[in-house]
């Protein structure tokens, strides 16, 4: 089975930039699957970062898009978030996830257990 | 447009079915993803495509849709059905995804 752990700082400060890094065991990195970044701020609902496949293509949020940057490292089998220019707002839980694209619908199911990343000074 | 509406919360009575309804323009291309989140968790995929279960869940979910309409129902509701749903999607150009805004169940 599948697993998913999120690793990095818990605390940022604002204007600072997010890192997180989440590595995948038990599974390839290189399987055709699409590999995500989802939050969710205290008390509120899913927002959906972004993804990348194990070729280096990615989408993201068109809302985030200019602060996102996600990549892959095949040779580790984990996959990274950056978010840049952090603020309060970005406070969250992280969670990182494995997805399936099909042609007319899509999924993440596997998921890691979240790490929760405070904009803080 | 990206969104995807959800009536914020319903209740049903132990063993009776609940539908929970998700709307938005991308549904008439795609089909709708369903999410279980308890408290403190991760969510849990329910529902894909047409409607799909992933292994373990159990069989009272269902998902259905019409036009820009997608339905999660629960027939024959327990008491650790109570949790939040979330709806999931391709926006319009099909190359991202966006959240319904979450349906908190409860079990009555």
């Known amino acids: 089975q599948v697993q998913l752990q999120e690793s990095g700082p818990g605390l940022v400060k604002p204007s600072g930039t997010l890192s997180l890094t989440c590595a995948v065991s038990s599974g390839s990195i290189s399987s055709t699957n699409w590999w995500s970044w989802v939050r969710q701020s205290p008390g509120k609902g899913l927002e959906w970062i972004g993804e990348?496949?194990?070729?280096?293509?990615?989408n993201y949020n068109p809302s985030l898009k200019s602060r996102v940057t996600i990549s892959v490292d095949k040779s580790k089998n984990q996959f990274s978030l950056k978010l840049s220019s952090v603020t309060a707002a970005d406070t969250a839980v992280y969670y990182c996830?494995?997805?399936?694209?099909?042609?007319?619908?899509?999924?993440?199911?596997?998921w890691g257990q979240g790490t929760l990343v405070t904009v803080s000074s | 447009s990206s969104e995807l509406t959800q009536d914020p919360a319903v209740s049903v009575a132990l063993g009776q079915t609940v539908r929970i309804i998700c709307q938005g323009d991308s549904l008439r291309s795609y089909y709708a993803t369903w999410y279980q989140q308890k408290p403190g968790q991760a969510p849990v995929l329910v529902i894909y495509?047409?409607?799909n279960r992933p292994s373990g869940i159990p069989d009272r979910f269902s998902g259905s849709s019409s036009g820009n309409t997608a339905s999660l129902t629960i027939t024959g509701a327990q008491a650790e059905d109570e949790a939040d749903y979330y709806c999931n999607s391709r926006d319009s150009s099909g190359n991202h995804k966006v959240f319904g805004t979450g349906t908190k169940v409860t079990v009555l």
């Open positions: 495509g047409k409607n």
């Open positions: 996830a494995r997805g399936y694209n099909g042609y007319d619908y899509a999924y993440l199911d596997y």
């Open positions: 990348i496949y194990h070729s280096g293509r990615t």
